[in-house]
């Protein structure tokens, strides 16, 4: 029976893993985000692997950067097509997007800041700076106005 599976790879192994697979002609998925402009695993220690099993399962099992195939005192344990197909319809430009606190704002909004030493404060989004993913933002308060640089990952959209 040929599924999708999921692998435990050795820790950082992820990429050796996958270009070893693909060499041998075996459909393989691992999704990765970009974080501090690095590209990493979504899932660090975990991959998928469409393989035939049991027949290809010591193939698999033994090769080199895999710990094992996840599963049960049964065995491996299959994954349902759509579940490979739902993480792969999030990726842009191959890369899953994450949007932490929902809605991306647009300049003109107004956020609130959801994380950190600043959290609770609320501005007007100004503008998005490509230096690390930072953003600028307007603050207003009682005799205070002045301008944040902050991460956008720490920002969310307040809605109406």
Not at 2 to 24: D, H, I, N, Y
Not at 29 to 35: G, L
Not at 98 to 127: C, H, M, N, Q, T
Request: glycine fraction near 8%.
């Amino acid at each position: 029976m040929v599924s999708w599976f999921v692998l435990c790879t050795k820790p950082q192994k992820e990429f050796q893993v996958e270009r070893l697979f693909q060499e041998a002609g075996f459909p393989f998925y691992c999704p990765r985000f970009k974080s501090s402009g690095r590209i990493k695993p979504f899932f660090p220690c975990y991959v998928f692997l469409r393989f035939e099993y049991p027949e290809q399962f010591k193939l698999v099992k033994y090769t080199r950067g895999i710990r094992r195939v996840v599963g049960n005192d049964a065995g491996a344990v299959p994954l349902e097509d759509r579940f490979i197909e739902e993480l792969q319809s999030r990726e842009i430009s191959g890369l899953i997007e994450l949007e932490k606190y929902g809605v991306e704002p647009s300049p003109g909004d107004e956020i609130e800041v959801a994380d950190g030493p600043w959290k609770g404060l609320r501005g007007v989004f100004k503008k998005s700076l490509s230096d690390r993913d930072r953003v600028m933002i307007l603050l207003n308060y009682v005799s205070y106005q002045g301008q944040l640089l902050i991460e956008k990952s720490k920002l969310k959209k307040v809605l109406s």
